[in-house]
């Protein structure tokens, strides 16, 4: 699958996307990560404070396109 990503928004959904199909759950994932499940929430929910609109307008003014492609591994 491949997948542009614009904004927090499209990140979040290709981070849950993955997981779902992966069969992960928030849980499981926050702790193999060792972050806290809401921090994964917020990320999955675009909201994410680490990632904000200003770093894809800076992509954006660039010209830099970031695309992202899920295998099956």
């Known amino acids: ?13 290709l981070v849950r996307y993955t997981r779902d199909s992966h ?5 499981e ?4 990560l060792d972050v806290s499940q809401r921090w994964l929430s ?3 929910s675009g909201k994410g ?5 200003r770093y894809f307008a800076v992509l ?3 010209g830099i396109r970031l695309t992202a492609t899920v ?3």
């Open 49 to 53: 404070k680490q990632i904000n609109d």
């Open 60 to 62: 954006a003014a660039l």
């Open 29 to 32: 994932l926050a702790a193999r």
């Open 71 to 73: 295998t099956d591994d």
């Open 23 to 27: 069969g992960i759950t928030q849980r």
């Open 1 to 13: 699958m491949q997948a542009v990503i614009a904004s927090p928004a499209d990140l979040g959904r």
């Open 42 to 44: 917020e990320l999955e």
